[in-house]
């Protein structure tokens, strides 16, 4: 079943002294199947952050559509888009957003807490989350007295509890150590088994060889694709860096 559909979607933008435009993104086209795990990726410049902004309902696009379950995020009203991005999208960042003034369990309660929920429920959506991501002995800690590793995993929480149609990944791992980096794309791969949909802009190739589908972003167009098949992390990544490299030194589609 299909969850998000992006179709012929363009992004135009003016600069404010001398109107010149800039096209940032221009007819792109894809596709996410409810389940799947989709990296993008590109060089800086190429529109992926752009692209995220955009399927974040936090920028408008100049011309096509971003169809999430139905809902063309371009026609929801100004006054419900908070909402609606609150209860059909996660977001993980590369420098977590957690509030220092809150502990990890109010960070994570957050959206929730937005949503008008009871704190039973809040309660009752935590526990497994937390045990899972291996943070339930934290929740009392602050941001500022745990690991960044620690911090993605309450950020991944915080992400995961509203029950999202969707989570958005912006550079996930680019802020962590290695060692945190591998316990994060392994807690990113459980999740995904579990049936979550998640779509993770990157530059790492290591994170994206976690994936089972990688786009490639160039000039604002998706210029190519690989799906993992029966590829292993080490042969997918391998076949990241080929196109990499070719994307890097103006070679053809493949």
């Known amino acids: 079943m299909t969850i998000l559909e992006v179709n012929n979607l363009e992004k135009v933008y003016t600069t404010r002294f001398g109107g010149q435009k800039i096209q940032a993104l221009a007819n792109v086209s894809f596709s996410v199947e409810k389940g799947e795990y989709v990296a993008i990726m590109g060089e800086s410049g ?44 996660g977001f993980v960042f590369q420098d977590f957003n957690l509030l220092d003034t809150f502990s990890l369990q109010d960070n994570i309660f957050l959206p929730l807490v937005l949503a008008g929920k009871p704190y039973p429920e809040m309660k009752a ?18 941001p500022y007295e745990v690991s ?23 550079e996930p791992t680019g802020a962590l150590d290695s060692k945190a980096t591998d316990e994060l794309l392994r807690l990113f791969g459980e999740i995904n088994r579990e049936g ?20 490639f972003i160039k000039d604002g167009e998706v210029f190519h694709q690989i799906y993992r098949g029966n590829s292993s992390n080490e042969e997918l990544y391998q076949k990241i860096s080929d196109t990499l490299t070719m994307l890097a030194t103006g070679g053809d589609r493949p």
């Open 46 to 89: 190429s529109g992926k952050t752009t692209l995220l902004n955009i399927l974040a309902a936090l920028d408008k696009p100049t011309g096509g559509a971003v169809v999430l379950e139905g809902h063309n995020l371009s026609k929801i009203r100004e006054s419900e888009i908070a909402a609606f991005r609150r209860d059909n999208l």
């Open 125 to 142: 959506r935590l526990t497994p989350i937390a045990e899972k991501l291996g943070i339930k002995n934290l929740l009392a800690k602050y």
């Open 148 to 170: 960044g590793g620690q911090k993605q995993r309450a950020a991944v929480a915080r992400a995961l509890i509203t029950n999202p149609r969707l989570i958005l990944a912006d």
């Open 196 to 215: 979550q949909t998640l779509l993770m802009v990157t530059h790492s190739v290591k994170a994206a060889s976690h994936a089972g589908r990688v786009l």
